[in-house]
């Protein structure tokens, strides 16, 4: 309780800093988006945690200086792996700053993953690059501070497709290597290797300037039989997960 204190203070604290710069300056400059996604499954990094649909609002900001902050929740229809229904039992914090130098673009953060309702809180802290080029790949990497202790890495391809001037298909895929205190953390498997991969597809469909309605599918399994085993074992799906649903966003 008190780690999840101690963090909630260093967020707050960044947030008000961020808010301190600019107005010094003048006026406050920044883009102000919220959405919420209706999915059928809530799957991160090859793991369910909910396989009964669920609703995940996210709220972000975005200052014009490349720093961000985002808030995300999850709230499960059904029973989670905690049994829990009915309820969010999880909330993520993200601070991020991005920024692009030539066709390269860079981007630093941190992640406060709060789970009230099983599983205690950890945090992570991010690097990430992506190249403006075909398929547009993505390479971050991912280091968990403090309750698992590991190291996640993930590398990322898409591409969009204009289909007319309200509607955009995006096609993307992923792959994502961990350590092995990073599976050991999570699945008790003391192994470093690819550890899962995501599919996906969506379609953007611009109603409004400002209201964007996407419907999307994606799928996701474990690259490591022995992790697959282990998530099975720890009430995770094994079998790979097909899951999708309909995004709404609106900018402010």
Not at 3 to 16: D, E
Not at 62 to 83: C, H, K, P, T
Not at 154 to 160: A, L, N, V, Y
Request: charge should be negative; include cysteine.
């Amino acid at each position: 309780m008190k780690k999840r204190l101690f963090s909630g203070m260093i967020f707050l604290m960044l947030f008000c800093s961020l808010l301190a710069g600019p107005v010094s300056a003048g006026e406050i400059t920044a883009d102000v988006n919220a959405d919420v996604s209706i999915l059928t499954d809530y799957v991160w990094r090859g793991q369910n945690y909910g396989k009964d649909g669920v609703i995940e609002p996210n709220f972000s900001i975005a200052f014009a200086n490349g720093l961000s902050l985002g808030f995300w929740a999850n709230y499960n229809i059904d029973e989670d792996r905690y049994a829990n229904s009915h309820l969010i039992n999880e909330i993520d914090y993200t601070l991020d700053y991005s920024f692009e130098a030539g066709m390269f673009g860079f981007s630093v953060g941190y992640i406060f993953y709060d789970f009230p309702r099983g599983g205690g809180n950890t945090e992570e802290v991010y690097a990430g690059v992506s190249l403006d080029t075909i398929l547009a790949p993505t390479l971050t990497f991912y280091r968990d501070v403090d309750s698992i202790d590991g190291t996640y890495i993930s590398f990322g391809i898409g591409h969009d497709l204009e289909l007319n001037d309200q509607a955009t298909l995006s096609l993307s895929g992923s792959v994502g290597w961990g350590s092995a205190s990073y599976h050991d953390g999570y699945f008790g498997v003391k192994d470093s290797s690819l550890s899962d991969y995501n599919l996906s597809a969506a379609i953007a469909y611009a109603v409004t300037d400002k209201i964007t309605i996407t419907p999307q599918v994606s799928y996701s399994d474990f690259v490591d039989s022995d992790i697959g085993d282990a998530a099975e074992a720890g009430f995770y799906e094994e079998d790979g997960n097909l899951y999708g649903g309909v995004n709404v966003s609106y900018s402010f």
